[in-house]
């Protein structure tokens, strides 16, 4: 990849980021670490990846996404936000009464949600669906899913394995948010739900372990998955929950919290210093 | 239509089969279109049929995924499958998103037979009611069956429809019948109490009716082959104009049509009232007749209800 590319997809993720602080900021609650930590692969899929058109959020051969750990909404919207379906400043509206920026996707009321989604494990199954739709009409749309890593822990993650693999779903990208905790602790303490590679391999799929904050690795990934036919890809994105916030990263605290006041200048004067 | 005496299951399959020239629609189902009469579809059109396997409630968020992409995906299961195992995928995958996903449940109901109480399910209607925007279709016999899955294909929205595995007498074969979403139908006239059916036990509904005739009662019935969103209006005006009420399900007393009609009761016209479902308990393994007997679900029970509630008048 250019440096000039790689730094432009930077400054995307870096303001991403901020949207994530400052909406989940102004709800007083909401899930900052997941979303951090998803920031560089939501930035890739949506400025360079996906077919999309802000002005045509329903265009039928749009590819799509489904955010299957749904909690980590305030990263889809800062990035719908960022690439235009959504205005910036809607973010500030973030699970308010009235908004339609509920707290966990709703595709009823957002511009650009392809899929409702938050209850863990359901969204990758209506991922296959989308995918198995495309193939059913013949349609060269992409599907794209992000799952969590205690997520994987859910049943129904493993039924759709199955599913997408046996369909040989291969215009469905699976991405594997592993940044190593969950609600209760470490993913290995709660219930360890690893090796991910090895389980999706058995499943059928094409994997690919890539750290979730490197563009050129993503970049390579995501090509290597659109080559690949017959299967299904999973990406195991090896990330840091809180990234680029120092207080949050691999704190399981954050999950689920959002910063005070004082927190909020902190993390926002560390991200606006990258600029 | 379909004159004879036929389970509903087999009219939903050969409703999917024939309607599958008219209209582009996919089918899914879980190891189990040989019994839910999906097969008949999958042999018409292999290539708009997906096997799920056994894992309901993938599935049902797979048909959500479908729906998202503008196709209409039937899904079949068990009613305990469907509706139980996989109730909250139909919550939020299906529901909360008003998405146009037909679920086709079979083998509801006590009427299963002898595989007993873990395949019997009397609560699905009460599930499916709680979710808001969810039509819910019980057809009273195979004729209707068909017309249900037609009415399920126009209605944009999700669709909860039941159907059986025992066979039943056709009670819709009435000259300019139709099925409206939402729209009881009464079938026989009557001025001293209301028999309120749906599912099979419309037909019991009129069996009790020739009981009560017997006895010098004048019963109407009418069938609800649309549990949600029910027909109120015409609840109301049977109330009003009969003055007592029985309600007849395949289902559990508690939640289904025997609850839908005891709100639209309470809330608009008090009138006494008789709910003929399963009792708050499970099903068991036993014959058809003799489970139909041993749960009272009977023509003489509904008629014994009948004169019960007309006494509380």
Redesign the interface.
């Known amino acids: 990849m250019e440096q000039s590319k790689r730094q432009m997809l930077e400054k995307i993720a870096n303001d991403i980021r901020i949207g994530i602080i400052e909406s989940v900021y102004s709800a007083g609650c909401g899930h900052p670490g997941g979303s951090l930590s998803i920031a560089d692969i939501m930035t890739y899929l949506y400025f360079e990846e996906m077919r999309v058109d802000p002005q045509n959020p329903k265009w039928?051969k749009r590819d799509?996404f489904?955010l299957s750990k749904g909690h980590t909404a305030p990263a889809l919207y800062a990035t719908l936000a960022e690439r235009g379906f959504i205005p910036k400043e809607d973010l500030k509206t973030l699970r308010k009464i009235d908004s339609y920026l509920q707290g966990h996707p709703?595709?009823?009321h957002t511009p650009g949600v392809?899929?409702?989604s938050?209850?863990l494990?359901?969204?990758i199954?209506?991922?296959?669906?989308?995918?198995?739709?495309?193939k059913?009409?013949g349609e060269d749309f992409r599907v794209y899913t992000i799952i969590g890593d205690g997520e994987s822990e859910e049943?129904?993650v493993w039924?759709?394995a199955?599913?997408a693999s046996?369909?040989k779903l291969d215009n469905l990208v699976v991405i594997l948010d592993l940044n190593g905790l969950q609600i209760d602790g470490t993913i290995y303490d709660v219930m360890n739900p690893t090796p991910h590679d090895k389980k999706f391999e058995a499943f059928g799929f094409n994997v690919i372990t890539i750290d979730a904050h490197n563009f050129d690795e993503i970049e390579g990934a995501l090509k290597a998955a659109r080559e690949c036919k017959g299967k299904p890809t999973a990406i195991i994105a090896k990330s840091v929950k809180g990234k680029g916030v120092s207080y949050m990263e691999n704190k399981v605290e954050w999950h689920g919290a959002a910063p005070k006041e004082e927190q909020y200048k902190i993390a926002i004067a560390e991200l606006t210093a990258n600029k | 239509m379909i004159k004879e005496k036929m389970a509903t299951r087999e009219g939903y399959g050969q409703a999917l089969a024939a309607l599958g020239e008219k209209y582009d629609f996919v089918v899914l189902d879980a190891d189990l279109a040989a019994a839910t009469k999906t097969g008949v579809f999958k042999k018409k059109f292999p290539d708009r049929f997906f096997d799920c396997g056994i894992a309901e409630g993938n599935m049902m968020s797979v048909a959500a995924g479908i729906a998202a992409t503008g196709k209409i995906p039937f899904v079949s299961s068990f009613a305990m499958f469907a509706a139980g195992r996989a109730f909250e995928q139909v919550r939020n995958s299906v529901g909360y998103p008003h998405l146009n996903v037909k679920i086709g449940a079979t083998h509801a109901g006590i009427t299963v037979g002898e595989d007993g109480a873990t395949h019997q399910c009397n609560e699905d209607i009460a599930l499916m009611r709680t979710i808001p925007g969810m039509v819910i279709l019980n057809p009273a016999d195979a004729n209707e069956a068909y017309m249900a899955v037609e009415a399920a294909i126009k209605h944009d929205g999700p669709v909860y429809m039941r159907f059986g595995r025992y066979a039943v007498p056709c009670v819709t074969d009435i000259e300019g019948y139709q099925l409206e979403i939402g729209k009881g139908i009464v079938l026989a006239d009557g001025t001293d109490v209301t028999l309120i059916a749906s599912g099979f036990t419309v037909h019991l509904a009129l069996e009790a009716r020739n009981i009560l005739a017997e006895q010098g009662v004048s019963a109407r019935v009418v069938n609800i082959h649309t549990v949600k969103p029910l027909d109120t209006e015409l609840v109301i005006k049977c109330a009003k104009e009969t003055g007592a009420i029985v309600t007849a399900e395949e289902h559990s007393i508690i939640g289904g049509l025997g609850s839908a009609v005891a709100e639209a009761l309470t809330e608009n016209c008090p009138v006494p009232m008789k709910r003929v479902g399963v009792e708050d308990t499970y099903g068991r393994s036993g014959t058809v007749p003799a489970l139909l007997e041993a749960y009272g679900l009977t023509a003489k029970n509904i008629a014994d209800k009948a004169l019960s509630a007309i006494k509380m008048k």
Do not use: T
Request: hydrophobic share 40%.
């Open positions: 039928e799509r489904v709703d595709m009823k392809d899929m409702s938050g209850s494990g359901l969204g199954s209506s991922a296959c669906g989308m995918a198995l739709s495309a059913i009409s049943g129904q039924e759709a199955m599913f046996h369909y």
